[in-house]
Structure formats: structure tokens, C-alpha cells
């Protein structure tokens, strides 16, 4: 599965990006699918995931009220819309591919087989 992040840029603070993750290879809707974020200097965490199906979802606590993750698989892609953005916002967004659904193991960076390279949001004030 190769997977290609986009939407990322330049964003004013409060505004609602959507981030856009495509994918290419193995049949879509197998994979659980997960966005993670990583700021400068500190470790990559977990922001949202949806299962196969879409049917389940689970987000970061610090973001839950603040984004939605979905997925079109017909077009074999996942969105993450983020709104009200924040300074603390700015990081590289990555999304990733895993084998299976878990509501816990999907926050873990272990459970995804393939990543994307990601997409830089900066947020200016």
C-alpha cells in the first residue's frame, strides 16, 4: 500500500484545514487507517483512526472535539478535517495503514504496516 498525504500548508489560526491521504496498491477497505501528527522536536502522536468500513472510529482526547476523521473508499482515501486550528496545532501529519481494527491498538504507531510521508501544517497567528 503506498499512501500520499496532502492539504497540508500555511494555515491561519482558526482555520479548518482537510488533510487528504490517498492510497494505491492493495485493496483499500481492508485497512484501518490512522492519522499522527509529529511537531518539531517532540514524538509522533496519535490524532484520529476509522476501521475498514468506516463503521468505528477513535480520536486523541486533545482532539476529538476539534476533528473528524472519514473515508471514501471508493476513491481510496481518508480525510482528517481539523477545525479552530491552534499554534500547537503545527506539526507534519501522517497517515498510516494497518491490518485490522482496534480500538486501543490503533493509537499505537506499532499497529500500522504502511506510512505515508506526511503533510506540514504551519499555523500562523
Known amino acids: 500500500v503506498q499512501l500520499q498525504a496532502s492539504g497540508g500548508g500555511l494555515v491561519q489560526a482558526g482555520g479548518s484545514p482537510r488533510l487528504s491521504c490517498a492510497a494505491s496498491?492493495?485493496?483499500?477497505?481492508?485497512?484501518?487507517m490512522g492519522w499522527f501528527r509529529q511537531a518539531p522536536g517532540k514524538e509522533r502522536e496519535f490524532v484520529a483512526a476509522i476501521s475498514g468500513g468506516g463503521g468505528f472510529t477513535n480520536y486523541a482526547d486533545s482532539m476529538k472535539a476539534r476533528c473528524t476523521i472519514s473515508r471514501d473508499n471508493a476513491k481510496k482515501t481518508v480525510y482528517l478535517q481539523i477545525h479552530s486550528l491552534q499554534a500547537e496545532d503545527t506539526a507534519v501529519y501522517l497517515c498510516a495503514a494497518a491490518p485490522r481494527w482496534d480500538r486501543v491498538a490503533v493509537t499505537t504507531t506499532q499497529l500500522y504496516e504502511y506510512w505515508g510521508q506526511g503533510t506540514l501544517v504551519t499555523v500562523s497567528s
Open positions: 496498491g492493495r485493496t483499500f477497505s481492508n485497512y484501518a
